[in-house]
């Protein structure tokens, strides 16, 4: 199974940018795919997951209703979209995928991990 981030990058305040994770290995629709991000001296935190069989996603607080998660099935990929972006979201942002029923968007849920992406977001 491999997971390859990609779409990171230093951006201002205010700004956009959309992750990507490119999946090889696992039978794409059968997963929860999450994403997760972990800045310096802080614990990995849930960002958004989704189901691929039912498109159902969570979100966490701090991102709701700024970021927007999305599978596409066809290629077994899955995207970050994140707008109004803010210097808190600053971290490296990792894909993971889970064969769990539901979606549980906690990082101990996760089998498969990506080697993650930078994003910074200066003030």
């Known amino acids: 199974v491999q997971l390859v981030e990609s779409g990171g990058g230093l951006v201002h305040t205010g700004g956009s940018l959309r992750l990507s994770c490119a999946t090889s290995?696992?039978?794409?629709?059968?997963?929860?795919m999450g994403w997760f991000r972990q800045a310096p001296g802080k614990e990995r935190e849930a960002v958004s997951c989704?189901?691929?069989?039912?498109?159902?996603?969570y979100y966490g607080d701090s991102v709701r209703g700024r970021f927007t998660i999305s599978s596409d099935n066809a290629k077994n990929t899955v995207y970050l979209e994140m707008n109004s972006l803010k210097p808190e979201d600053t971290a490296v942002y990792y894909c993971a995928a889970s064969t769990m029923a539901i979606v549980i968007c906690t990082p101990e849920w996760y089998e498969h991990w990506g080697q993650g992406t930078q994003v910074t977001v200066s003030s």
């Open positions: 989704i189901s691929n069989s039912d498109g159902l996603t």
């Open positions: 290995g696992l039978t794409f629709e059968h997963y929860i």
